[in-house]
């Protein structure tokens, strides 16, 4: 029997673990973590993440081919092929702060591999890395330990949360990237046969290692381009009265360009766009190419802008100030179908308005209040370091209610953002929210759910991403 250990029970690990082990039903597959927590919830009913389709992946398979544990050491001296899927965070400190990708978690993860090995081993990079990262990692490792053979792969994952089963049951593509030696080659046969379990052979891409590392972070600042292209584009749409909807459907028509990921909206949020160009950024300028990386800048650029941009119509369009109303933000993760908040363009709408001295009502379906106050609490860049998380200031923390009810957030409320797409959004009863709120009442919708006539013809004063204004905002001050 194969064993595969994966280092890394989070967003990455857990779904592409459970996956494989119900694909692969003679596979053994131990998923570890240092955090204990987050392993007794992978052992509990209450799974530390929510991923639709996930649970009953897990349910099926756990206890008989898929474990989750905290012996680390253990697990990964018994395995065939080691997955490691560790955070790998932009520096907070020191050389490429704000920038670099910490490669921290997966060195030490790299020296206890060499530590603990007794047995040959495929090293499998599942995280997010730096090109050329493999090289590194193998010096660790053949460095450490003598007469046991390393073999890397790189093996970058493209699941989206929120759609992580679907994208893991029928990828786009399994891109798998290994040495041209005679080992690389079998090593790379080795994990393609993992995944020819259930992915056709045509989707299985092979390449050498720094391609693969490469595409990681070229797919995701080209995905996360197009989304700041359309963004630009939405503010030229409400300066002339363009409809950024039809701008979208229209180019996206031609085949060249395709439909996919051409929604406006408040700016991209999550743990990977802006963390992996911010990285790409920063091999560019190490490799002297300070054109290619103020390219790749931009992207980021247009993107704060936009969240910059939001926060400035909601504050003009209400009389220039916000300070003691009531605004009720409706959705906090940073898409829909997740409760994962990292770097959600809510934090910065929210912080922006409560500088204004906005009273804020948080509705979220899937964020608790704890994690809302934490991300309201951080400090840019301080996401994976909550042991160095600053209390919310006692005025602010007056300034900010989460409730578990969309209709609650809303009463009484001046106005109402829309940060995240979710489906309840869209199905609100419209009148009843509007009966409820001070008037004018003012919607201002980060997402384009909402139905901007039929909210205009009830009463509300309603903003939409790259929509025509409506009379009210047109007279308002121009946006910065
Ligand atoms: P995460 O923070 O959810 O999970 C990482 C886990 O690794 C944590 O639970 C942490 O405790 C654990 N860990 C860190 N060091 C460890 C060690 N030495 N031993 C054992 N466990 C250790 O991160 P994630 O979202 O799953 O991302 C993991 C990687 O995958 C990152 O490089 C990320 O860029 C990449 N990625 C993420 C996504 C996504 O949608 N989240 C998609 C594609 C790729
Ligand atoms: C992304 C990549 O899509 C995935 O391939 C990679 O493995 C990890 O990073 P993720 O961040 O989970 O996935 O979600 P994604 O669907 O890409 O959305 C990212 C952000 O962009 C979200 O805030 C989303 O709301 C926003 N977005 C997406 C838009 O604003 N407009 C769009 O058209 C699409």
């Not at 898929?66 to 790998?88: C, G, P, Q, W, Y």
């Not at 907070?92 to 060195?107: F, S």
């Not at 996401?383 to 923390?397: E, F």
């Not at 309603?462 to 047109?474: A, E, F, Q, R, T």
Request: proline share 4%.
């Amino acid at each position: 029997m194969v064993k595969i250990c994966c280092i890394g029970a989070g967003y990455v690990g857990g779904p592409t673990m459970a996956v494989i082990a119900l694909k692969c039903p003679e596979i053994e597959v131990v998923v570890v973590d240092i955090a204990a927590p987050r392993i007794n919830a992978w052992n509990s009913d209450h799974l530390p993440i929510y991923e639709p389709g996930l649970d009953d992946v897990v349910k099926q398979c756990r206890g008989k081919n898929l474990f989750f544990s905290t012996d680390v050491e253990k697990h990964v001296a018994e395995a065939d092929i080691v997955f490691v899927s560790v955070n790998t965070p932009t520096k907070t400190q020191g050389l490429g702060a704000g920038k670099a990708a910490d490669l921290t978690y997966w060195e030490s993860a790299a020296r206890m591999i060499a530590d603990v090995s007794k047995s040959d081993k495929i090293v499998v990079e599942k995280s997010t890395v730096p090109v050329k990262t493999a090289e590194a990692i193998e010096r660790i490792l053949t460095h450490n330990r003598k007469g046991i053979n390393f073999t890397i792969l790189s093996n970058p994952e493209f699941l989206a949360e929120g759609t992580a089963i679907a994208d893991l049951f029928k990828p786009d593509r399994v891109l798998i990237g290994g040495r041209e030696t005679p080992e690389g080659q079998k090593a790379i046969h080795s994990l393609k046969s993992v995944y020819a379990h259930w992915v056709p052979e045509d989707r299985i891409l092979c390449t050498n290692l720094w391609s693969a590392e490469l595409s990681k972070l070229a797919a995701n600042a080209f995905l996360a381009q197009r989304i700041s292209s359309v963004n630009a584009m939405s503010a030229l749409c409400e300066a002339t009265g363009a409809d950024v909807s039809q701008v979208s459907h229209s180019i996206g028509t031609d085949s060249r360009i395709g439909p996919k990921f051409l929604n406006a909206s408040v700016g991209f949020g999550g743990s990977c766009f802006q963390k992996d160009i911010l990285n790409l950024v920063y091999i560019c300028e190490c490799n002297g190419l300070p054109e290619v990386a103020n390219y790749w800048k931009q992207v980021i650029k247009v993107n704060d802008y936009q969240k910059m941009r939001f926060v400035n119509r909601v504050v003009s369009s209400m009389f220039n100030t916000v300070s003691g109303k009531k605004i009720a933000v409706l959705g906090f993760a940073f898409k829909k179908d997740t409760g994962d908040t990292r770097e959600t363009p809510a934090i910065d709408v929210c912080k922006g308005l409560l500088g204004d001295k906005a009273k804020l009502s948080i509705y979220d379906p899937q964020v608790t209040e704890d994690q809302i106050m934490r991300d309201l609490a951080m400090k840019k860049f301080d996401w994976d370091h909550p042991a160095h998380l600053q209390p919310l200031s006692p005025t602010s923390n007056k300034q900010v209610s989460v409730v578990w009810d969309a209709y609650e957030a809303i009463k009484d409320a001046h106005g109402i953002c829309v940060m995240t797409e979710w489906d309840e959004f869209k199905n609100l009863d419209y009148q009843k929210v509007y009966d409820s709120m001070q008037k004018p009442a003012f919607i201002f919708d980060g997402r384009n759910v909402v139905d901007v006539n039929k909210l205009r013809e009830i009463g509300f004063i309603v903003y939409s991403i790259g929509k025509p204004l409506d009379s009210w905002l047109k007279d308002m001050p121009a946006v910065a």
